[in-house]
């Protein structure tokens, strides 16, 4: 893993920052940590279909998921001038107020390995898709969900820290749901199936 720092100024949107970063570094990845504070926070809330905004001294809490070359899955939590905590999905349009400082963690492929495509030969007996999630995460559900339905054999580790779900197939990684959904939607992952 590669750890990169990312600073950010007064008034940088922090999710195209953060898609910016792992477009330039070409590699999945995670954010490990980050201490900061926004101006306006756009987050989406379940069952809501449009953006929640909210505008003030907010300081960040939390912000975890994936980032990577096909976009990112993040969860923000931060709190208002009353302390009262808030969350969601980030969503574009999130600016910083003062600064950010943030470490992302790269995941890296072995020296002289070319990144696999689902599908790839895969040599070993083991599933080809390995999927860590969190109990009570409805994104780790969903993607499991997902694997079942369409016979896709898979090993499954549960954790209780990171960003969730994080799924690789063939020792590579994806991303999250979103990006599983999409490979599901091109059709790249019949390949996965039990015959």
């Known amino acids: 893993m590669r750890a990169l720092p990312l600073h950010l100024e007064a008034g940088a949107d922090i999710r195209r920052a953060l898609e910016a970063l792992a477009q330039r570094e070409g590699a999945e990845g995670f954010v490990l ?11 989406a809330c379940p069952g809501r279909d449009q953006p929640t905004v909210l505008e003030g001294e ?3 809490i939390t912000l975890q998921g994936t980032v990577g070359p096909q976009g990112v899955h993040l969860h ?5 001038a009353e302390c009262q905590v808030w969350g969601g999905h980030l969503e574009h349009g999130s600016q910083i107020l003062r600064g950010a400082d943030l470490l992302v963690g790269f995941l ?5 390995s070319a990144p696999a495509s689902p599908g790839q030969a895969h040599r070993s007996g083991e599933p080809r898709v390995q999927i860590t999630v969190a109990e009570g995460c409805p994104w780790s559900s969903r993607a499991l969900r997902m694997l079942r339905s369409l016979g896709i054999p898979h090993h499954t ?12 197939i063939d020792g590579q990684p994806i991303g999250g749901y979103d990006a599983l959904a999409e490979l599901h ?7 996965l199936r039990q015959p």
């Not at 923000?76 to 208002?80: A, P, R, V, Y």
């Not at 890296?108 to 002289?112: C, L, Q, S, V, W």
Request: glycine letters at 12%; charged letters at 20%.
């Open 33 to 43: 940590s980050v201490v900061g504070n926004l101006r306006r926070a756009a987050f």
């Open 157 to 168: 580790q549960v954790s209780d820290t990171g960003p969730v779900p994080l799924i690789q």
């Open 108 to 112: 890296t492929a072995p020296t002289g």
């Open 58 to 60: 907010l300081e960040i």
């Open 76 to 80: 923000l939590s931060f709190s208002d």
């Open 185 to 191: 939607g091109r059709g790249e992952l019949e390949a």
